[in-house]
C-alpha cells in the first residue's frame, strides 16, 4: 500500500513536501516523494490522506490505563503527599469492573490520539485485554509496592504470579510485559534489592516512579518530612526502612542494583547532575511528564539537561489522577511552554515519537518512518503547516481531534469518518 499526504515527518530525516511511504506486509518499504513513489510502486494500491501531515505513531511512554476514570476526582495543586494519600483512600473502595472501564476508555482514547505504543503501569491487570484488542503495541508493567520489610517474600511471589499471567495474557499481540517496582519511597530497601535480582534472573524491562517530589528527596536522604510522618503511617509503616544515609532517590536505586540499560525511570524532577550522569553512566531512559509534575507541584524536570546529555527521553502524559487527558499533544504543546525556547518542537515532537521509541528498547523497529521498521504512524489534518517549521505549526493546532489515522504495524486501527474496528467488548 502506498500511503501519501500533504506532508511526511519522518523524524530520522527531513520533512518531505507531498511526500508519503509504501508498506508490505506490515513493514515499511520506502519513504520518498509522493510522485517518485507512485511510479515505482505502480501496481500498489495508493491511499492519499490529502492535506494530512504523517508521522510515526506517537509513544505515551507512562499511563496508568486503569486509573483514566479518576479523571477531576483527586485533590491537584495542594501538595504530593496529600494528593498520594487521597489516592490511596479513592482506590481502596474502587472494584475490578471501574479499572477494566478505565483501561478501556484509556486504550481507546489512546489510539485516537494518535498514539501506536504505551508503557503502561498496571495494579490489576485490566489494562492487558483492552490494550491487545485495540492492537496496540506496548510494555505492560505489573506493579509493586511493600513498605515493610517483612512484606518482600509475599509481595514478590504475588508479582512474579502477576507477571506469569500477564506473559500469558499477552501472548499473540504486540504487548510485552515488565516490572513497575513502584518508587524507592514505597517499596522496602530489601523489596528493591529482590526486584533487582528478579529483573536479572528473568530478564525483564523495568519501570519506577523516581526522584518525583522534593517530599520523596527528603524521605530517601534523611527519613523524615511528609512521606515519613503522613504517608508510610497511612499504609502501616511508621520508620523508614532503608539506610539513611543523605542519599538521592536514584543513588539509592543504583545501591539497591536497579539501575540499568533495561530500565525507564520515570519523573526525575529532582535528578541532580550526579544523578544524571549515574542514569547515564547505567544506560536508564527516561520519561518526562511535565503536567503531571505541574498539577501536583512537584517541580519540573530538568528537560534541557537530560536531552543535553544524551540520555533516551520519552515523553508520558501519566495518569488521569494527576492529569486532565491523556493526549501527548496536549503534553508537548504545555511542555513547549513550559521551557520556552530551551527545547525546540522538533525535540518535543521527537521526543514523542523515536525518543518514546527508543526509551523502552525498541528504535529499531518502531520510533520513525525508516525503510525496514514497521508501519507505526499516524495522520493528522492540519489548516496551515508552516514549512520552515512544521513542528512548530503541528504543536500549535494539532489536538485529539485533529487526527484522522493510527495504524500498527501496517494494520489501519482507527480512522475518521470510520466506526473503530475493534471493540473492548
Ligand atoms: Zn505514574
Known sequence: MILTARLVLPISSPPIVDGGLVIRDGTICAVGKAPELIRDFATEPHDDLGNAVLLPGLVNAHTHLELTGLRGRLPLGKSFTEWAIALLDLRSGLDDEFFATSACLGATTLLRSGVTCVADVTTYGSSVAPLKAA??????????????????????????????????????????????????????????????????????????????SPEEVTYIGLGLGPIATKLLPAVGRHSPSHRVCGESPVALLDRAGLLSDRLLAVHAVHAGMADLQ????????????????????????????????????????????????????????????????????????????????????????????????????????????????????????????????????????????????????
Open 278 to 425: 549515574l542514569l547515564k553512566q547505567r544506560g536508564v531512559s527516561l520519561a518526562i511528564c511535565p503536567r503531571s509534575n505541574h498539577h501536583l507541584m512537584v517541580g519540573t524536570a530538568p528537560l534541557p539537561r537530560c536531552l543535553a546529555a544524551s540520555l533516551r527521553v520519552g515523553l508520558g502524559t501519566d495518569s488521569l489522577g494527576s492529569n486532565d487527558t491523556l493526549s501527548l499533544w496536549d503534553e508537548m504543546r504545555f511542555a513547549h511552554r513550559l521551557y520556552g525556547g530551551a527545547v525546540t518542537a522538533q525535540q518535543l515532537v521527537t521526543m514523542a515519537t523515536l525518543g518514546g521509541a527508543a526509551a523502552l528498547g525498541m528504535a529499531g523497529i518502531i520510533g520513525s518512518l525508516t525503510p525496514g521498521k514497521r508501519a507505526d504512524l499516524t495522520a493528522l489534518a492540519i489548516d496551515r503547516v508552516d514549512d520552515a517549521d512544521p513542528y512548530a505549526s503541528l504543536l500549535d493546532q494539532a489536538s485529539d481531534d485533529s487526527v484522522v489515522l493510527s495504524a500498527v504495524d501496517g494494520k489501519i486501527l482507527y480512522q475518521r469518518e470510520e466506526a473503530m474496528r475493534w471493540n473492548c467488548h
Open 135 to 212: 492492537g496496540l503495541r506496548g510494555v505492560i508493567f505489573q506493579e509493586i509496592l511493600g513498605p515493610n520489610p517483612d512484606q518482600v517474600t509475599e509481595r514478590l511471589d504475588a508479582a512474579e504470579k502477576a507477571l506469569q499471567s500477564l506473559q500469558l495474557h499477552t501472548r499473540d499481540s504486540l504487548l510485552s510485559v515488565g516490572l513497575a517496582p513502584h518508587a524507592p519511597y514505597s517499596l522496602s530497601e530489601p523489596l528493591l534489592v529482590r526486584c533487582a535480582e528478579l529483573l536479572r534472573r528473568l530478564r525483564l524491562p523495568a519501570t519506577i516512579h523516581v526522584a518525583e
